[in-house]
């Protein structure tokens, strides 16, 4: 039997390992510590745009300009945390209650393991060893590899039919890109 390890879980739950719930801590509890590897995500999401801020300073000659701290988070959070609202909605609309806390816990650990991929290679990028263009592309996987992770777990851990599954990935990704939409023109 395997122990708890979310970040491992992550690839149980979007493969077709068998028991991926023995990865989760799918209790009260770990709902909350999911909550905290949301805010946790938040420092690599910082990386990506220190990273694309740096290189767009670097290909207009100014100095890097950063968005706040404050505002920052505030439309990072609003972004990461408009899941489990839209996870409560669907549960509620097709009667899968009992599926909402394993599916917002699996996906906050998803955010986070895909968040931490694309900190890496802006980390390498500023280190240095990997061109910018190279982590631009291992970013735009990560965000696209979201939209079919948020329709995996919508299908595996919340139950839902593969129709469904994808209407409800697409939602999420239209309510996220709304969000960044709003943080570009503010």
């Given at each position: 039997m395997a122990t708890r390890n979310p970040l491992l879980g992550v690839f149980a739950v979007l493969g077709t390992w068998p028991d991926w719930e023995v990865y989760f801590d799918l209790s009260r509890k770990g709902l909350k510590i999911s909550f905290l590897a949301l805010v946790v995500s938040l420092v690599p999401f910082w990386r990506v745009v220190l990273g694309v801020q740096?290189?767009?300073?670097?290909?207009?000659?100014?100095?890097?300009?950063?968005?706040?701290?404050?505002?920052?988070?505030?439309?990072?959070?609003?972004?990461?945390?408009?899941?489990?609202?839209?996870?409560?909605?669907?549960?509620?609309?097709?009667?899968?209650?009992?599926?909402?806390?394993?599916?917002?816990?699996?996906?906050?650990?998803?955010?986070?393991?895909?968040?931490?991929?694309?900190?890496?290679?802006?980390?390498?990028?500023?280190?240095?060893?990997?061109?910018?263009?190279?982590?631009?592309?291992?970013?735009?996987?990560?965000?696209?590899?979201?939209?079919?992770?948020?329709?995996?777990?919508?299908?595996?851990?919340?139950?839902?039919?593969?129709?469904?599954?994808?209407?409800?990935?697409?939602?999420?990704?239209?309510?996220?890109?709304?969000?960044?939409?709003?943080?570009?023109?503010?």
């Amino acid at each position: 039997m395997a122990t708890r390890n979310p970040l491992l879980g992550v690839f149980a739950v979007l493969g077709t390992w068998p028991d991926w719930e023995v990865y989760f801590d799918l209790s009260r509890k770990g709902l909350k510590i999911s909550f905290l590897a949301l805010v946790v995500s938040l420092v690599p999401f910082w990386r990506v745009v220190l990273g694309v801020q740096t290189e767009r300073a670097r290909l207009a000659d100014v100095d890097v300009t950063l968005p706040g701290v404050v505002p920052f988070a505030l439309i990072a959070s609003l972004w990461l945390f408009s899941f489990p609202a839209l996870a409560y909605v669907a549960g509620m609309y097709f009667e899968k209650m009992d599926s909402v806390r394993p599916w917002v816990i699996t996906r906050n650990w998803t955010v986070l393991a895909l968040a931490s991929i694309a900190g890496v290679m802006f980390g390498l990028v500023g280190l240095g060893v990997m061109p910018f263009i190279a982590a631009m592309g291992a970013s735009f996987a990560a965000y696209l590899g979201l939209l079919a992770a948020d329709i995996r777990l919508a299908q595996k851990v919340a139950g839902f039919k593969w129709g469904a599954s994808i209407l409800i990935g697409c939602v999420i990704v239209a309510v996220s890109l709304t969000f960044v939409q709003l943080a570009l023109s503010a």
